[in-house]
């Protein structure tokens, strides 16, 4: 997996090589223009058939970034535009240097040129331009944009042009993947490592594709940093996949109690049932209500619908619990919540079982976690698996979905850490978090995993891993990448639009048939 890093650890690299190493400055300034010179050139090669590039840049080093990146576009061959939000006497240090060396090329070329931006209107040099980069706003910068920034970013867009992000796009919180505006880039070039917004939340929208240029420090100091935050990688959903031995049998390949469904969500029950089955375990038993047994058992040939007596209410009550306590001493794995409702005799239900059995594995998804909101601190989460969206996440705490978003790895460190539980925070992306407060953001998937049920398949995935396996990190990481590549490989063969939930589930044996043949 990847190592995400914070703007600070960032910040203190680059003082790091300025006083220790004696790097000076300009050096990494220059060290970051050519890579991300070259990396443009790399990822986007119709670039070298372009007539004009234009470069909008700040008044800090982002801004230097760009005034020396322009050199390099003009010293091979170029025509640049450069717009620069900041008079002369608003720049200083490396990014003067910079500026000054760009501006007299600039005075020797004919096609080049160099706007001091004042308003709107200095910004239409760049509808002539088939590429523009971003060098306005580094990881310095904090809060929601201001003008002219706000207004630049607006304009900019609005235009067809290919964008190119310098370090991060402007607006983008590099920690917290926040921004009200923020630039959308078709490419960043991050510079010296990988931040951690750029992957989730707004930047995981907008950064486009990412790639590292590197500044001149080497791998050793960021070796010995600590982080808190990864970027999933295949080889790490390979690595979590549960080892089959060939001695095994139907009971000891895993056994998967799922307590899901309703009259008016039968469906998710037979998703996240038949789902653990698909992805391994040797049994999966479905609890469901009497009254509609038909639906479930017409549906699934292979998973045991085991009934309770519902009265005619189709749904769970507390009055069910003690049919169902055999079953759950039975089962290595109970998912728990896809489909159930949310009456308060459910929820009801749904708390007497977790407090009955504090030592039993539970994946806690959907409206089992709404029955949560407000007790679960009354609740021993420790070791439980929870797998809520960010709305359901957001309630479960008692804030607003915006509050969540705007700090979204903090919110789901703190959880972890005060209940001892993991958290599957599912999304684009979704993002797992163990006791320790480590976060793993998942790396793969597409928009069109947004439908019904897509939820329901993934915890019948995890339940049905973790009934083969006692890692639970790396299992709910394995299972995490491979729902979501099992979307992307129907997206190679399809579009993202006919993409289903069933269809994910019954890709499955593909996802992982594709991981092992990667690795093996």
């Known amino acids: 997996m990847i190592p995400l890093f914070s703007t600070d650890q960032i910040k203190n690299a680059d003082q790091y090589a300025i006083t220790k190493l004696g790097v000076p400055g300009i050096v990494l300034m220059e060290n970051a223009a050519k890579n991300i010179f070259d990396a443009i050139l790399k990822k986007l090669p119709e670039v070298s058939q372009f007539e004009k590039i234009g470069i909008v840049c700040g008044k800090g080093n982002n801004g230097g970034d760009g005034f020396a990146l322009a050199r390099h576009f003009m010293n091979n061959g170029f025509n640049v535009s450069v717009i620069s939000v900041g008079r002369p006497n608003d720049l200083k240090g490396d990014a003067l240097v910079n500026f000054k060396i760009a501006k007299n090329i600039i005075l020797k070329q004919e096609k080049s040129r160099i706007t001091f931006y004042k ?181 699934l040939k292979e998973v045991v619908v085991d009934s309770y007596d519902d009265n005619g209410c189709e749904y769970l009550s507390i009055d069910n619990v003690n049919e169902l306590n055999e079953k759950i001493k039975w089962a290595n794995v109970v998912s728990i919540g896809s489909g159930l409702g949310r009456r308060e005799a459910t929820q009801k239900a749904v708390l007497k079982i977790l407090k009955t059995y504090p030592d039993k594995k539970f994946v806690i998804d959907a409206d089992a976690v709404f029955a949560l909101n407000k007790n679960y601190k009354k609740i021993n989460l420790k070791d439980k698996i929870l797998t809520p969206h960010h709305m359901e996440f957001a309630d479960l705490l008692g804030i607003s979905i915006n509050d969540l978003k705007n700090d979204l790895l903090n919110y789901g460190r703190k959880f972890v850490r005060s209940t001892s539980s993991y958290l599957v925070l599912k999304g684009a992306p979704t993002i797992i978090f163990n006791p320790a407060g480590e976060a793993f953001i998942n790396s793969a998937g597409n928009s069109g995993m947004a439908k019904f049920g897509t939820g329901d398949v993934l915890t019948g995935i995890i339940s049905g891993f973790l009934a083969q396996s006692q890692e639970i990190e790396e299992t709910l990481i394995s299972a995490v990448y491979l729902h979501s590549l099992s979307a992307d490989l129907l997206f190679e063969n399809s579009t993202e639009y006919g993409i289903t939930a069933s269809g994910i589930m019954e890709n499955m044996p593909n996802a992982i048939k594709f991981i092992i043949s990667s690795f093996v």
């Not at 926040?178 to 510079?191: F, N, Q, R, W, Y």
């Not at 790490?236 to 309703?262: C, M, Q, R, W």
């Not at 698909?278 to 049994?283: E, S, V």
């Open 119 to 299: 308003n709107p209107r200095d910004l239409a040099g760049l509808f002539e331009c088939s590429l523009i980069i971003d060098a306005m706003l580094g990881t310095g910068s904090e809060g929601d944009l201001k003008e002219p920034y706000l207004t630049i970013v607006q304009f900019m867009n609005e235009l067809s042009a290919l964008k190119v992000a310098v370090d991060i796009p402007t607006g983008l919180n590099a920690d917290k993947g926040s921004g009200d505006v923020v630039l959308e880039a078709d490419l960043t070039v991050t510079l010296a490592e990988f931040k951690s917004g750029l992957f989730f939340g707004k930047g995981y929208a907008f950064a486009g594709e990412v790639e590292k240029a590197s500044i001149g420090i080497g791998p050793e100091y960021f070796d010995n940093l600590s982080v808190e935050n990864y970027l999933v990688e295949p080889e790490d959903a390979f690595a979590g996949l549960p080892i089959k031995e060939t001695n095994i049998h139907k009971y000891s390949a895993g056994k998967v109690l799922t307590i899901a469904g309703s009259g008016k969500f039968p469906g998710a029950a037979c998703l996240a049932s038949e789902s653990a089955l698909i992805c391994g375990a040797g049994a999966s038993v479905l609890a469901f209500p009497r009254s509609i047994k038909s639906i479930a058992q017409v549906k």
